[in-house]
């Protein structure tokens, strides 16, 4: 099945015609507003740009990362940011520093 008449069928993906040129641009229709979102990485770059978006659309974003200076800028830049300063690179990290903590403040 050609990769456009898959597109052409997902509810996720809508068609952007191009001007006179007979062919759809998709894009994702991903809601990203009421959701609480976790951004592992978000505190510079690519992830705090997600992070913003999500935060400007009405989610509630929860950012970590292992650079505590790094989150403290990053939260400076946006208030709205919940950070946490967890090493999701390691089981004891994700077990100790970041599941329990998101559970706890979480419900």
């Known amino acids: 099945m050609e ?6 069928r997902s ?3 809508s068609c952007i015609p191009v001007a006179n040129r007979g062919v759809c641009i998709y894009h ?19 992830g705090l740009a ?7 659309d009405g989610s509630t974003v929860i950012v970590c990362g292992r650079r505590e200076g790094k989150l403290r800028e990053a939260k400076n830049i946006d208030g709205r940011l919940n950070t946490l300063v967890a090493d999701v690179s390691t089981s004891d990290g994700r077990a100790a520093q970041l599941f329990v903590r998101i559970n706890d403040a979480q419900p």
């Open 3 to 8: 990769l456009e008449s898959r597109l052409r």
């Open 28 to 46: 994702s229709s991903m809601r990203t507003s009421n959701h609480t979102v976790l951004i592992t990485g978000g505190a510079s770059g690519i």
């Open 11 to 13: 509810d996720s993906h």
């Open 50 to 56: 997600l992070a913003r978006r999500f935060v400007n």
